[in-house]
Structures are given as C-alpha cells and as structure tokens.
C-alpha cells in the first residue's frame, strides 16, 4: 500500500498515540523494515534511528538469532498461564539470568508486558510490603517532577507530568513529586553540581520528614531521567538519596525501563551511580523491543516478605510469555556475547559523548550532557531571543521535524533534543549522526533568525 494511504489509515485509526497531535492528523510515518541503526519507510528512505525505537532497540535492528528464538518457541509452547501455576523452563532461565545480572540481594523477578504495567505491578507489591510488615499507613511514593513512569492511570499518577495528571478522570491518591536532578534547570547560579546534587536529594528528606517517615513507602526515581530531558544527575545525588532511604526505612524503587541492558555501559543504571535499589523494574530493551516484556525485580527482604504472607492476587496472562521470554534470553546472550554493554563503557560511549560535545558551540545547545549512549542537547535560543522562546517546546518539535527531513529519528522533551541510538552504532554513524543534528540546529537557526519578531516559532507541531 502506498505511503500516503497507510498514513491515511493511521490518521482514521489512530494507531499509535490517541492524542490530538500531527499524528491524529495526519497520520503516521509508515515504516516498513529496519537493520543495525537504520529504519526504511514505505517510499524507502533510510533513517537514522537516534532514538532506538524508544530506548529499546539496543542490539539493533535485523537480528535473525531473536527471530529464530521466537519461531522455535511459538513453535514448541506458544503460551503458558502463570495464573494457573505453571510456568515454563524459558521464563525460569530468563528469571535465573536477570538474577545473576542485577546488583548483590536481588531475588525475584515476576513479568509484565510493558514497563507501565511493571510500574504498576511495583506500586502494589510495596504497598502490600508495608501492609504484611505491620504498616500499613506507609502507603506513599514519592517521585520527581517531570518524571515519566508510564501511561496507566497508576504510571501517569506516579509520574510527574503535570500535563498527563490534568487529562485523567482524577490522578491517584498517594503521591508525592519533588524537584528533579536537573541541573542546568534548578541549580542556583554559582551552585557548584554536586551541591546541588545533594540540594536535591534533601528535597526528598524534607518531603519524608513533611509527610512524615511512617506513611512515606518508597521513593521510585530512574537512575537518568529520561522523558524529564536526559537529566544526567550529579554523582551526589544517588548515594544521597539511598543514604535517606535507609535512614527513615524508606524502599528506593529504581524505575530502569530505559537505562538497564547496557544504554549507561552498565547492566543496570544504577551500577553506574554505585546505589543498590530494592525493586528495580525493567522493560524495552529487556528483549530489545523485539517482543513486548517487562520485569520486576526485588529484594530478598521484600520477596521473603511476600513469600510469608497470605496469597496475592497479581499477574496478567501475557506476564512471562514464553515467546517474549525466549527471545529477552536470546537478548541477554547477544548483548553478553558481543560485550555490548562493555563497548558501551570503554568505546562507543566516550566515543558518542566527546562527538555529541561537539556541537555545544552550537548558537542553539545549551548544554550537551551524556553518559553513556543516552545524550541530550539542551536548546535555548538566547542568542537569538535574549533568552529562551516564548513558547517552550516549540524549538524542539520544529527541530524533531527538521531531523525527520534530515533523515534521523531525534524526540523532543519540551526544549531538549534526546539521542539514544542502539548500542550496536559504528564510529562513522557516530559522526553521521551528529553531522545531521547540526545540519537540524543549523537550519532550525536560519528558520529563528528569518522570522518576523511578531510571529511565534514552531506552529502546532506534535510535542
Ligand atoms: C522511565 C520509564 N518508565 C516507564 C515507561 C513506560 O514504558 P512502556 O511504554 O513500555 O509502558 C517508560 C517509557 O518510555 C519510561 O521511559
């Protein structure tokens, strides 16, 4: 079918984001095959994909090895109901190997099929933690604002996006949001990063201590906050907040749907900022988005707690799907295999951020921050507007539709431009990528320069 009348469809059918923007309207742009970092649409025209689908794809696009584990699976057991207690010896060697993986103390692992589903999951096996613990007052979680923990009404209400509270019938109950890591956002002038990493972490305190330390259950935090803009934090920051965790007995959840399997050039974010979580959740590249999975991971003191008390009632029926699970193994083994999450560390990572930090000289970046293979260009337009644009947001959306023309899938968190290519790119792709994103910020630049001073920059393109 043609280009135009599958984004014809899409536009009727509202496949991908039930929203009101550019895709409700127009469409979306059809894509038909992918390989390595690159992704073809209909009319065959590769893009770079920058983003890794969405902070999934870490093998890259075309491996046969995770097609071939999901034909041998579906063709030998193609579904298994947990909720029937039975299981399988795929979802058992899939649990075993998360195991060895994930930081000392870990000791369950249960499954889910999207990250907000895993968060979900999560919010409830704390709560009833602290319910078979004897205390079940210490009901709330508190979050960062700006924060992204999924679109369930629990995710979204856990999550500290104003925008998704206001849309839902009534945001749940017990959650508390305090500033974000984000330096180049909250640090005082002169405040020096790691003072503010630590000013922020005692924002999570003073919270604890005002909400006092008897109803507060846990605090969930990604190890980088992605959706928030890439906010790289402070190395005060998390060994902060775990140190006030413990202090008031308070569970740390690490919500790592985007910065476990290698993207930090570790296996888990928070190895990286050296703190050791109770409950980790994980999804996308967990099979590198070959399969919808997610997990939650917990502690022995939490799992033994669970163990102990009387049944409950959790799980979905695709929880731990045999497919999924044989093709997350088949992941685990390339990424092992091919010493991805290594190169990440030592290689490609360096290699990314030294070229990202090429283009802070760029009238338009702010700041580059990176770690890892996750990077972020923090526009402003100051030189051009004697600050930032009147309508925050709208040089990120124009600059996501430039990358789009320039053939490189780039997302825009309001004004920062996110990069998180799969950890299988190249050096030469490295320097493509960012030749592209200064082609985007070079004409993004002529476009502010050249317009009228009474016209608003952008138009309603999708945030
Ligand atoms: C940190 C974080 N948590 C949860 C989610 C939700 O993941 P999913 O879309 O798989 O439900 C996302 C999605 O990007 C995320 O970035």
Same mark, same amino acid.
């Given at each position: 079918?043609?280009?135009?009348?599958?984004?014809?469809?899409?536009?009727?059918?509202?496949?991908?984001?039930?929203?009101?923007?550019?895709?409700?309207?127009?469409?979306?742009?059809?894509?038909?095959?992918?390989?390595?970092?690159?992704?073809?649409?209909?009319?065959?025209?590769?893009?770079?994909?920058?983003?890794?689908?969405?902070?999934?794809?870490?093998?890259?696009?075309?491996?046969?090895?995770?097609? $071939? #584990? %999901?034909?041998?699976?579906? =063709? !030998?057991?193609?579904?298994? &109901?947990? /909720?029937?207690?039975?299981?399988? @010896?795929?979802?058992?060697?899939?649990?075993?190997?998360?195991?060895?993986?994930?930081?000392?103390?870990?000791?369950?692992?249960?499954?889910?099929?999207?990250?907000?589903?895993?968060?979900?999951?999560?919010?409830?096996?704390?709560?009833?933690?602290?319910?078979?613990?004897?205390?079940?007052?210490?009901?709330?979680?508190?979050?960062?604002?700006?924060?992204?923990?999924?679109?369930?009404?629990?995710?979204?209400?856990?999550?500290?996006?104003?925008?998704?509270?206001?849309?839902?019938?009534?945001?749940?109950?017990?959650?508390?949001?305090?500033?974000?890591?984000?330096?180049?956002?909250?640090?005082?002038?002169?405040? $020096? #990063? %790691?003072?503010?990493?630590? =000013? !922020?972490?005692?924002?999570? &305190?003073? /919270?604890?201590?005002?909400?006092? @330390?008897?109803?507060?259950?846990?605090?969930?935090?990604?190890?980088?906050?992605?959706?928030?803009?890439?906010?790289?934090?402070?190395?005060?920051?998390?060994?902060?907040?775990?140190?006030?965790?413990?202090?008031?007995?308070?569970?740390?959840?690490?919500?790592?749907?985007?910065?476990?399997?290698?993207?930090?050039?570790?296996?888990?974010?928070?190895?990286?900022?050296?703190?050791?979580?109770?409950?980790?959740?994980?999804?996308?590249?967990?099979?590198?988005?070959?399969?919808?999975?997610?997990?939650?991971?917990?502690?022995?003191?939490?799992?033994?707690?669970?163990?102990?008390?009387a049944a409950f009632f959790d799980g979905y029926a695709d929880a731990a799907h045999p497919v999924a699970c044989a093709v997350a193994r088949a992941n685990l083994d390339i990424l092992e295999r091919e010493g991805l999450v290594e190169r990440v560390r030592d290689d490609i990572g360096p290699y990314f951020a030294s070229a990202l930090a090429g283009l802070a000289d760029h009238p338009l970046v702010g700041e580059v921050r990176c770690l890892g293979l996750m990077g972020a260009l923090e526009l402003v337009a100051d030189q051009i507007d004697g600050g930032r644009l009147e309508d925050a947001g709208a040089l990120g959306a124009r600059c996501r539709e430039l990358g789009l023309a320039e053939q490189i899938v780039l997302r825009a968190d309001g004004d920062t431009m996110v990069v998180a290519p799969p950890l299988v790119i190249?050096?030469?792709?490295?320097?493509?990528?960012?030749?592209?994103?200064?082609?985007?910020?070079?004409?993004?630049?002529?476009?502010?320069?050249?317009?009228?001073?009474?016209?608003?920059?952008?138009?309603?393109?999708?945030?």
């Amino acid at each position: 079918m043609a280009s135009a009348a599958l984004q014809r469809l899409d536009a009727l059918h509202l496949h991908v984001v039930p929203g009101g923007n550019a895709s409700r309207r127009d469409g979306g742009r059809p894509i038909v095959s992918g390989d390595g970092v690159w992704i073809r649409d209909a009319e065959g025209r590769a893009l770079l994909d920058a983003l890794s689908g969405l902070w999934c794809v870490n093998v890259g696009y075309g491996r046969d090895e995770l097609v $071939d #584990a %999901a034909v041998r699976q579906m =063709r !030998a057991l193609p579904c298994c &109901e947990g /909720a029937l207690e039975m299981t399988t @010896p795929t979802a058992e060697r899939l649990a075993a190997h998360l195991l060895g993986l994930a930081p000392p103390g870990f000791a369950e692992v249960s499954f889910a099929a999207s990250s907000s589903e895993a968060n979900d999951a999560a919010i409830g096996i704390i709560r009833r933690y602290w319910a078979l613990r004897g205390q079940p007052q210490k009901q709330i979680v508190i979050a960062r604002r700006g924060a992204y923990h999924g679109s369930t009404i629990a995710g979204a209400s856990m999550g500290g996006i104003a925008a998704m509270h206001d849309q839902l019938p009534t945001p749940l109950h017990g959650f508390h949001h305090v500033m974000p890591p984000y330096t180049f956002a909250f640090a005082e002038p002169g405040e $020096d #990063a %790691a003072a503010f990493g630590l =000013r !922020a972490a005692r924002e999570i &305190e003073a /919270a604890i201590l005002e909400i006092g @330390p008897e109803r507060v259950a846990a605090v969930v935090g990604e190890p980088v906050m992605g959706a928030g803009g890439v906010c790289v934090p402070p190395a005060t920051y998390w060994p902060e907040v775990e140190r006030i965790c413990r202090h008031f007995d308070v569970l740390l959840h690490a919500d790592e749907a985007i910065t476990a399997f290698g993207r930090l050039g570790h296996w888990f974010g928070c190895d990286a900022f050296g703190f050791v979580p109770d409950v980790i959740t994980v999804g996308k590249a967990l099979t590198s988005g070959y399969q919808p999975m997610a997990a939650i991971l917990l502690n022995q003191r939490i799992a033994e707690t669970l163990q102990d008390g009387a049944a409950f009632f959790d799980g979905y029926a695709d929880a731990a799907h045999p497919v999924a699970c044989a093709v997350a193994r088949a992941n685990l083994d390339i990424l092992e295999r091919e010493g991805l999450v290594e190169r990440v560390r030592d290689d490609i990572g360096p290699y990314f951020a030294s070229a990202l930090a090429g283009l802070a000289d760029h009238p338009l970046v702010g700041e580059v921050r990176c770690l890892g293979l996750m990077g972020a260009l923090e526009l402003v337009a100051d030189q051009i507007d004697g600050g930032r644009l009147e309508d925050a947001g709208a040089l990120g959306a124009r600059c996501r539709e430039l990358g789009l023309a320039e053939q490189i899938v780039l997302r825009a968190d309001g004004d920062t431009m996110v990069v998180a290519p799969p950890l299988v790119i190249g050096r030469a792709e490295v320097d493509e990528l960012v030749v592209r994103c200064r082609r985007v910020l070079d004409e993004a630049l002529g476009e502010l320069q050249a317009r009228p001073a009474s016209l608003p920059f952008g138009g309603d393109s999708a945030r």
